[in-house]
Structure formats: C-alpha cells, structure tokens
C-alpha cells in the first residue's frame, strides 16, 4: 500500500508541474511563440525580433511579404489568422486592416513612448519606424534653382520626361494616399494624370536612384533611406545626386511610417502587446538607430542615426494615419494608368 501511495503521489506531483508549465507558471515556464506577418525590410526586422528575443526569451516566426498581400491576406484570414503581430513598410496597409476591425489596443504604455504625430489617432497600432518622401536630382542635370517648389509640380509640362517613379511600390503609392488625404480627390487625380504624362516608371526606388545619377533622368521621388545606404556602401548609385527635402508642409515632405500592430485573434496577446512595446522602446529603437537600414528611430529617448539629416528639421504635412486609403489610391493610378 505503501508503494501505491508513493507512487500516486509521484503521479499527482508530475500532473501539476505539467498544469504549472501549460499555464505558464513558475519561473521555468516555456514563453509562448508570436508569428510576425512582415512587411518591413527583413534583415532590419530580424535584427530587432532578435534583440527582443534575446531579452524576453520569446521566440518570434516571421513570416515576410509586401504590404498589401500580407494586408489582404489578414483580411481574408481573419479571426482565423495565425499572425499575433503585423508590420509593415508604410501606413496604408496598416489602415486596411484597422478598417476590418482586426487590432486590438496599444498599450497605452507602448503609445507613451512613441511622438502623437507617429501614432495613428484610434491608438489602434503605432508607428515604430519613419521614411522622409525626398526628390533625389542629378547635380550635373539641375541646380537647387531649378527644383520644383512641391511635389505637385512634376505634373507640370516643363517636367515632361525629366522624372522618375516606382509606381507599382508601396513607397510610392503612400506618397500618392498623402497626397490624396491632403489635396482630395480632384486634385490628385489631376497629379496623376500629369505624372503619367511626364514619368518614367521603374521597378523600385533604387531604380530610380540609378537611374538619376547615370543622367538617364533629372529627378526621381524616392524615400530618403535609399540615397543615404547608398552613400554609406559605396556612392556608385549617389555620387552625382543630392537630395531635396521639399518644406512648407508639402504633400513632398510626407514622411511615411512603417507600422506595428497587434491582432485581435492572436493567441499570444500579452507577448505581441510586449514585442510592439520592445520595437518602439528604448533598446529596440537603439537597434534600429545603430542599422545600416538608416531608416529614422521614431522613439522618444533614442536619436536617429546622426548620418541622417535630423528628424526636427524636416518638415512635414501633419497627416493622420488612420486615414490613408491605400485601395483609393491603387484604383486612381490605375484609372492613370500608372498600374
């Protein structure tokens, strides 16, 4: 009897380490792990994911794409959807899934360490990451006299094949849904028109960039972050550009936000709410900021890598990124036949 006892309470003493460890009790338990649908450049995501694994313990599966096909995919997915967290390079595909109702609520914690003018208002997500909207122009082609005074010039006749776009990009079409928040429909169906007329579309902004400091084009849009890596690597894309960030509020000084949000479906709620929390904190946004992305860190206590020209001097158009309409924008430049 004595032996079967024993052995019982060996039984019951196994059972409740198992409870103990399935509930996550106990200072040995296992963290469970978060699936990250990933829109954002993959090497400067997992350098982040990394840090914070390393610092938590959790371990994060990303899962990579582009904005709108991971976008589309939540939406399709649902509140069947693996993903605990969703990243991305610009804000209008975080705006598409906001309006399937699919995030839950930042911690208000996570949105204190981050500037209002990178969080959306409905506090849904939360940027964690900036891109600046610059004219890259070759210096042999134009003087700084000859730049457009905005973005909305190079609709104009005189700019007829003199500039260049990635149209088909998520950068380039976040420029298009700035412009059209900020100037309405009218107004940015006639840009497009003009744009249409006048660019020479590329594959992607490193085209672009290319294809501006070969002299096969004056000027092309891109995001500041290209010209800068560039630059840092060798200058074989740059040497004969500079930049123009366009002031006075312009829909051209439109700085973009790569965004973060966590899934209401996701299984993993508190450690999606505590990787969102690491990426715009302190030790997270010190990753970024020591990266060769060279992307601007967005969070309140770290500063942007000093190679970049300094977040307080731009000036950009206040626009709120919740509003971004990213399939608006896919259907005007279609009618523009820029797509």
Known sequence: MRRSRSVIAAIVAVAAALVATACGAGSGSAPGELTVYNAQHEDLVRAMVDGFTKETGIKVNLRSGKDFELANQLVQEGGASPADVFLTENSPAMSLVESKDLFAKIDDATLAQVPAQF?????????FAARSTVLAYNTKALTPAQLPASILDLAKP????????????????????????LKGEPATQQWLAGLKSNAKVYQSNS????????????AGVIYHYYWYKDRAESGANSSNTELEFFGGKDPGGFVSVSGAGVLKSGKNQEQAQQLVRYLTGHNGQQILADSTALEYAIGKDVNPNPRLKPLSELDPPAVDMSKLNGPKVVELMQQAGLL
């Open 158 to 181: 005189e700019w007829q094949g003199k500039i260049g776009v990635a149209a088909a990009g998520a950068d380039f079409q976040a420029i298009v849904s700035a412009v059209l928040e």
């Open 119 to 127: 969080v959306p208002s409905s506090h849904n997500w939360t940027g």
């Open 207 to 218: 085209a672009v960039l290319k294809a501006v400091d070969a002299g096969e084009i004056p």
